[in-house]
């Protein structure tokens, strides 16, 4: 499975960014997909995941009510819509591909996916 994500940029708090991951090698389709994050010196962080067919997503706390995710499988490609940004989402952004077909779950284990993208920065200024 191959993933690359795009989209990444400088913006301003406040601001608003839309990334995209465009995916191949697989039935997109059949697999849940999810973004992750990481902050220089801090450990990689769940964002938010969506279930193969669309219709179940979830979200860390911190990202809940300014972050969508979403995914059209006519194109193999998730997205991560981000409003209201803030200093603290500052971070390489990492689509990533579940390791099972047809699995889902709303906590956001990093054990769930086995792929990932190379990322994408998100830099947000104060």
């Known amino acids: 499975v191959q993933l690359q994500a795009s989209g990444g940029g400088l913006v301003q708090a406040g601001g608003s960014l839309r990334l995209s991951c465009a995916a191949s090698?697989?039935?997109?389709?059949?697999?849940?997909m999810g973004w992750f994050r990481q902050a220089s010196g801090k450990e990689r962080e769940f964002v938010a995941g969506?279930?193969?067919?669309?219709?179940?997503?979830t979200y860390v706390d911190s990202v809940k009510g300014r972050f969508t995710i979403s995914r059209d499988n006519t194109k193999n490609a998730i997205y991560l819509q981000m409003n209201s940004l803030k200093p603290e989402d500052t971070a390489v952004y990492y689509c990533?591909?579940?390791?099972?077909?047809?699995?889902?779950?709303?906590?956001?284990?990093?054990?769930?996916?086995?792929?990932w993208g190379q990322g994408t920065l998100v830099t947000v200024s104060s």
């Open positions: 969506i279930s193969w067919d669309g219709f179940r997503t």
């Open positions: 990533a591909a579940y390791r099972l077909a047809r699995n889902f779950n709303f906590d956001g284990r990093s054990d769930d996916y086995a792929h």
């Open positions: 090698g697989r039935s997109f389709s059949d697999y849940g």
